[in-house]
């Protein structure tokens, strides 16, 4: 879910978790992305770009504590 | 849709699909987000905080599973609504998506729907852990508030009395099927042990006779009552090989979403899947407090519902800010100290070692999981 610092590269999607955790310990593997492989990240990359392009200017900032830019303290 | 600006971009939140997308700072500037102040300064192993919580707001529950991980008792220490409340309001305010709601059995907390509801005001997603023992087509109604909601089968007919000590399944079935008549987002949360582990296709089979969207397989831990049987319940050597290839069959064999908890990564790596996939789809071992963090009943902050160390109050925003900020040293410390042979695993940087829980259980906090097939092999080896 990580990257090397790219302020100059171009926009890309890094990293994906899909789905929601209800339990006690966190997801740790999704079996099904796994039995596609490097053919499911590009699947995947291709639709959230879609979807995320979609959705400009209709994202909504969450969570202000220790980011200034975005507003109030909690 | 909700975002949060991270040190190496953002992480999107989607509805529909459910995910989480982390992006660069590039994209975040195309979706029309402003430089965030996280942008600058080097970077970071960690997030600004979790992105999902697991909030234990009791450990009160009758069912008294012989192996419960929070050594739940009918009179157990439950938050009250104020302090549910309140812990919301903090975790919103730090950007946390998706609060798992735990215990204990939040079903027998009657102001649980409140929390719940309140929960979804502040921007949070609240999703459900129950045994679902009690349920009523009127509870199963007001449960269209949670996210996703996962009922705890750990066997199916005699197999469920084995693993829990009672008899339990028929209302397990039914708390299921009330529930997927209400909505789509009902899943199977299974945990797995060394007598568990033959008849795991028959849980899947059961999932997908209900037409539910997911099962989720859990290692056995050794916390709470679970301690005890900890030795006789932990997987054999070739069940601990064999998860991994079990959990694709039977993702193949019925079509049904099969998800590994975070203990199980040693398991998954040791079958060298590719890293970049593994990477991109968020394949993970231990995240305590980093993805995930927990809440206890008196507030306190953990890396991890089954051990690890108190890093303050959630009900003091100081504390929680330094906890977020730079705590959790515990878990996000492992890395930089990593014995043999995790040091020159190339999967270190996912796995983290594996469950400090279990570790801890095995001797010292601080080793190997010993049940990643890699660590046992490494250590026959230096044994010979």
């Not at chain 1, 899909?18 to 593997?29: A, K, T």
């Not at chain 2, 419960?68 to 439950?78: E, F, K, R």
């Not at chain 2, 089979?205 to 989720?216: F, G, H, P, T, Y």
């Amino acid at each position: 879910m990580s990257s090397k610092n790219d302020d100059d590269a171009a926009p890309r999607i890094l990293g994906v978790r899909f789905g929601v955790n209800p339990n006690s310990s966190s997801l740790g593997v999704d079996v099904t992305y796994l039995l596609f492989g490097s053919g499911a990240v590009m699947v995947a990359t291709l639709m959230l770009s879609a979807w995320l392009r979609g959705a400009r200017g209709k994202l909504e900032p969450h969570g202000s504590a220790g980011d200034p830019s975005t507003g109030k303290a909690p | 849709m909700k975002v949060r600006a991270e040190w190496f971009g953002g992480i999107v939140s989607l509805e529909r699909p459910r995910a989480l997308v982390s992006v660069n700072r590039a994209m975040m500037r195309l979706l029309g987000i402003a430089a965030s102040s996280r942008w600058s300064g080097p970077s970071r192993d960690a997030l600004s905080a979790p992105t999902e919580v697991h909030l234990v707001i009791s450990r009160q529950c009758s069912a008294g599973c012989k192996s419960c991980y929070v050594d739940a008792t009918p009179n157990g220490p439950a938050m009250s609504l104020e302090q549910a409340k309140a812990a919301l309001d903090r975790l919103a305010a730090h950007g946390v998506f998706h609060v798992a709601l735990g215990g204990g059995e939040a079903l027998e907390l009657d102001y649980l729907f409140e929390v719940a509801e309140h929960a979804r005001r502040v921007g949070i997603l609240p999703n459900l852990t129950t045994a679902g023992l009690g349920l009523t087509p009127a509870i199963a109604e007001r449960c269209k508030v949670f996210g996703q909601i996962n009922v705890s089968v750990d066997g199916v007919g005699a197999d469920y009395e084995q693993a829990r000590g009672f008899n339990g399944f028929a209302r397990a079935e039914r708390a299921l099927r009330l529930l997927r008549a209400v909505k789509k987002e009902v899943g199977i949360n299974c945990v797995v042990s060394r007598r568990s582990y033959p008849n795991l296709g028959r849980v899947v089979a059961l999932a997908r006779k209900l037409r539910l969207n997911e099962v989720e397989l859990l290692r056995f831990k050794p916390s709470g009552r679970g301690l005890a049987t900890w030795a006789d319940e932990d997987l054999t050597p070739e069940q601990a090989r064999g998860i991994f290839p079990k959990a694709q069959w039977l993702t193949l064999r019925h079509l049904m979403r099969i998800k590994l908890d975070c203990s199980f990564a040693p398991m998954v790596f040791w079958h060298r899947p590719s890293l970049a996939v593994a990477r991109f789809f968020g394949v993970v071992g231990c995240e305590g407090g980093n993805l995930l963090a927990s809440v206890m009943p008196d507030g306190a902050l953990t890396g991890c519902s089954f051990g690890g160390p108190n890093e303050g109050s959630i009900f003091d925003a100081d504390a929680t800010r330094r906890a977020f900020d730079g705590g959790f040293s515990a878990f996000r410390g492992y890395l930089a100290r990593a014995p043999e042979p995790c040091r020159s695993c190339e999967y270190l940087s996912l796995c983290k070692g594996g469950c400090r829980v279990v570790a801890k259980a095995a001797g010292d906090w601080w080793q190997p999981d010993p049940g990643c097939p890699r660590v046992r092999a490494h250590r026959a080896e230096a044994g010979a």
